[in-house]
Antibody, heavy 118, light 111 residues
Framework: EVQLVESGGDLVQPGGSLRLSCAAS????????MSWVRQAPGKGLEWVSS????????YYADPVKGRFAISRDNSKSTLYLQVNSLRAEDTAVYYC???????????WGQGTLVTVSS | QSALTQPASVSGSPGQSITISCTGT?????????VSWYQQHPGKAPKLMIY???NRPSGVSNRFSGSKSGNTASLTISGLQAEDEADYYC???????????FGGGTKLTVL
């Protein structure tokens, strides 16, 4: 059974940083691209970033480019998102998700909440 | 403002059918057969319901179906059940700098 468990969310001041983690199990982690998708309180879903199975290719949404960094440790089956220079508009639940085949997200974790406020 | 346009809400009675539209552009919905739909119950993670416009993942009821015409995709739920009450989001791969775009979400109420 595929399981994705996010952690690392917290209350942080504007300009602060966090590292989000997503522990994966139930599948061959290194074989699949992984992504982060966020959802601001009461709002819709927004794609944030994706990384290839090897980690060699990364992609970012324009609002986070230059501030967020996605990475993975295939030996630990863990996905990361380093979030820097946080702004109020980054407040959201951050979900990790897997793409096993095509251009869709098959499985999602339960999310971790990042709140940016002074 | 979301990249894909969905109605904010739809409603229907048990047993009825409803359709949720998702309108994009030729750079996303109209340009690729990579539209997917997700169901989200309050406080829960999204769940994949339809992929590649009209395909259902294993385990998803055949009451859910998808289609596309031009720049507009649609999700149809037939034989509405109380458990279908949730938020529904469409998504598409895009040729822009953003790899994926989502709709703003549609709240389905089962009356």
């Amino acid at each position: 059974e595929v399981q994705l468990v996010e952690s690392g969310g917290d209350l942080v001041q504007p300009g602060g940083s966090l590292r989000l983690s997503c522990a994966a199990s139930g599948f061959t982690f290194s074989s699949y691209a992984m992504s982060w998708v966020r959802q601001a309180p009461g709002k819709g879903l927004e794609w944030v970033s994706s990384i290839s199975g090897s980690g060699g290719r990364t992609y970012y949404a324009d609002p986070v480019k230059g501030r967020f960094a996605i990475s993975r440790d295939n030996s630990k089956s863990t996905l990361y998102l380093q979030v820097n220079s946080l702004r109020a508009e980054d407040t959201a639940v951050y979900y990790c998700a897997i793409r096993t085949q095509g251009y869709y997200f098959d499985y999602w974790g339960q999310g971790t909440l990042v709140t940016v406020s002074s | 403002q979301s990249a894909l346009t969905q109605p904010a809400s739809v409603s229907g009675s048990p047993g009825q059918s409803i359709t949720i539209s998702c309108t994009g552009t030729s750079s996303d919905v109209g340009g690729y057969n990579y539209v997917s739909w997700y169901q989200q119950h309050p406080g829960k993670a999204p769940k994949l319901m339809i992929y590649d416009v009209s395909n259902r993942p294993s385990g998803v009821s055949n009451r859910f179906s998808g289609s596309k015409s031009g720049n507009t995709a649609s999700l149809t739920i037939s034989g509405l059940q109380a458990e279908d009450e949730a938020d529904y989001y469409c998504s598409s791969h895009t040729s822009g700098s953003t790899s994926w775009v989502f709709g703003g979400g549609t709240k389905l109420t089962v009356l």
